[in-house]
């Protein structure tokens, strides 16, 4: 059995530690399964399963994860070849839009609903040798409910944020099969999200234009 690393990774991992409670998510134990079979002998579709500690909990809020992974064969080279979904998670209680690539798992006793899909960011910067954007995953550090929001690293680490993860990268410019990812704001709920559309799907207002995601 021979390992070599991928050029573009299916997940972005940023360095976890196993010293908890930390800043950083904590990724351990992978696994893949077939979708269809359970087995090792994968198909099309599988399963890719993992533990999972978000950032600043411990070992007693362990998760097990379960992420779909389709794949397919070209009969020639695509660039880039990953994409991870950028889902938008909301939380009613919490008045909480969490845009993210990152499970969702519950919080403060209550549940985030799958609202939205934004696209997908890549896992690679530069793929294809055209300029990207890489954004974060931050959320706020005030007083009050979270406000989760996707950024560049400098404003997610401006100081009233704290980075949880690397989210992926956006392009610079549109290309082909790519879609606008636009930063909204709702300021009833105090809640930052993504959203594909210039009017943010009229559930608040866009602040700026982050990028282009994957439209597939």
Known sequence: MNFFALQEPILVLDNGSWGRPDPTELVSYQAMIDAATGSD??????????????????????????????????????TPQVGVMLARWYNSSLHDRWSTTAPAPPANGSSYKLEATSGYLMTIANAGGKATVELEDCVSQWPGHPDH??????????????????????????????????????????????????????????ERL???????
């Open 41 to 78: 002998q994968l198909s099309n579709f599988w399963l890719l399963t993992y533990m999972y500690i978000q950032p600043n909990e411990g070992f007693d809020k362990r998760y097990l994860i379960f992420r779909d992974v389709s794949v397919s064969i070209s009969s020639k080279p695509i």
């Open 210 to 216: 982050l990028g282009y995601a994957l439209a597939n």
């Open 149 to 206: 929001m996707i950024e560049t690293r400098a404003a997610c680490e401006s100081g009233h944020y704290q980075r949880l993860r690397t989210a992926g990268w956006v392009y610079a410019q549109p290309q082909i099969d790519t879609l606008p990812l636009y930063r909204c704001y709702n300021a009833q709920d105090r809640s930052h999200f993504t959203s594909n559309q210039a009017d943010c799907e009229k559930l608040g207002a866009m």
